[in-house]
């Protein structure tokens, strides 16, 4: 199974973007599907996650301002990003919990896109 998330990029501070995480494979399922981010010398930390069923949750920082969706029949994930502030710079990181045939359930990472947010 991998993971290919789309291209970040570069805003303004208050602006917005989007992004995507497409899972691609063979006889798999995913289950919850994650986003986190790192900024250098910072451990990774979650920003939100949903289960399958479209339960949510998101860290404190951007409640009210990222909205975690997912298109269960496209087997893509999304992080819609509103009023984005200097301090959501990082690379962000989608993850899915995946079940693969009759393997145990393992967690699967994108590769990582840089989203800078200009003051």
């Known amino acids: 199974v991998q993971l290919v998330e789309s291209v970040g990029g570069l805003v303004q501070s208050g602006g917005a973007l989007r992004l995507s995480c497409a899972a691609s494979g063979s006889s798999f399922r995913l289950n919850a599907m994650g986003w986190y981010r790192q900024v250098p010398g910072k451990q990774r930390e979650l920003v939100a996650t949903?289960?399958?069923?479209?339960?949510?949750i998101y860290a404190d920082s951007v409640k009210g301002r990222f909205t975690i969706s997912r298109a269960n029949a496209k087997n893509t994930g999304y992080l819609q990003m509103n009023s984005l502030k200097p301090e959501d710079t990082a690379v962000y990181y989608c993850?899915?919990?995946?079940?693969?045939?009759?393997?145990?359930?393992?967690?699967?990472w994108g590769q990582g896109t840089q989203v800078t947010v200009s003051s």
């Open positions: 949903i289960t399958s069923g479209g339960n949510t």
């Open positions: 993850n899915a919990d995946v079940t693969v045939g009759v393997l145990p359930r393992r967690t699967y």
